[in-house]
């Protein structure tokens, strides 16, 4: 996990080992959905947040030209020790939001609540991320925790409407339902595919 956030230092968390987010495999709902769409076209993914890379690991297994990206120099150098030598797969450490780094080539972008992560002034700079880094075309596939039970957040909850409005304006919703999630999330979960508009800047 981790992206410009105010308030919550994400790197301190990983030298630290306080990560309770890190359930140390693939969010169900992704695995669900790999396992389901075999016949997919592989192609190049991005795994903004991806922490210790559990899910980047994922979508490499299956095929895609993978790179996980996440601001924690501490757990990019974790992942990348870990996950050395599996085909398909690269870590980097930098910023989802910032401009200069999208290059707008990949096929999709995978997130697992980072949008909930983040702090709540940031998230329209999060969907413009989005779109940057997709292809015309691309998709974006997303795990929401739509209502998280904590007194102290990150997460921050969100809701569906929101969801639409600032997505919507950039992606089109191709489906979205409830994934099977860890113990403690049932049905707070909330899983969406979009596709990149094929037209429009993105700034």
Do not use: K
Request: net charge negative; aromatic share 12%; proline share 8%.
């Amino acid at each position: 996990m981790g992206n410009s956030t105010a308030g919550r230092d994400w790197e301190a968390h990983y030298v630290a080992g306080d990560t309770p987010w890190d359930h140390g495999e693939a969010a169900p709902g992704l695995v669900d959905f790999l396992a389901a769409r075999p016949a997919i076209p592989p192609g190049r993914v991005l795994v903004p947040g991806c922490g210790m890379g559990h899910d980047a690991v994922a979508w490499a297994g299956a095929g895609f030209d993978t790179l996980g990206l996440d601001l924690s120099p501490t757990a990019m150098a974790r992942a990348s020790q870990r996950w050395h030598g599996l085909p398909r797969l690269a870590f980097h450490q930098g910023d989802f939001l910032a401009s200069a780094n999208a290059d707008a080539s990949f096929d999709w972008v995978f997130e697992h609540t980072l949008y909930c992560a983040i702090d709540p002034s940031l998230r329209d700079a999060h969907a413009r991320a989005v779109a940057r880094w997709l292809r015309p075309g691309g998709h974006f596939l997303a795990v929401h925790y739509m209502n998280p039970d904590t007194d102290e957040p990150p997460p921050f909850p969100c809701t569906r409407d929101e969801l639409m409005a600032r997505f919507g304006a950039f992606l089109e919703l191709l489906e979205e339902w409830q994934p099977r999630s860890w113990q403690g999330r049932l049905g707070r979960e909330r899983m969406f595919w979009w596709r990149r508009r094929p037209s429009g800047r993105v700034s």
